[in-house]
């Protein structure tokens, strides 16, 4: 059974840092792409960032580009989610999505299993 647990949510004030952590157990996290995606109160769940397999090729959504970072340690089976200069905008549900492909994907739908979710609140 694939679960994927994360960490590392809270409340920040705005222009501060998180890290989020997401562990995977269940399956060869390895050989799968993995994803972040947030979902805000009223609307949908957006696209935050993704990683292929191996670490090699990121994309993030354009309201996070050059503020948040992706990586993965595939040794701990663990993908992570910097997020530096946060805005209260950017307060959020934060969901770790494992991928059903070694590639990056960058839409729910592309996406097999999904985390609990952290809160992350950004005050002004």
């Known amino acids: 059974q694939v679960q994927l647990v994360e960490s590392g949510g809270g409340l920040v004030q705005a222009g501060g840092s998180l890290r989020l952590s997401c562990e995977a157990s269940?399956?060869?996290?390895?050989?799968?792409?993995m994803g972040w995606f947030r979902q805000a109160p009223g609307k949908e769940r957006e696209f935050v960032a993704a990683?292929?397999?191996?670490?090699?090729?990121?994309d993030y959504g354009d309201s996070v580009k050059g503020r948040f970072t992706i990586s993965r340690d595939n040794a701990k089976n663990t993908v992570y989610l910097q997020m530096n200069g946060l805005k209260p905008e950017d307060t959020a549900v934060y969901y770790c999505?494992?991928?059903?492909?070694?590639?990056?994907?960058?839409?729910?739908?592309?996406?097999?299993?999904w985390g609990q979710g952290t809160q992350v609140t950004v005050s002004s």
């Open positions: 999505a494992g991928g059903l492909s070694p590639g990056l994907r960058v839409r729910v739908w592309d996406y097999g299993y």
């Open positions: 990683i292929s397999w191996s670490g090699g090729v990121t």
């Open positions: 269940g399956r060869t996290f390895s050989s799968y792409g």
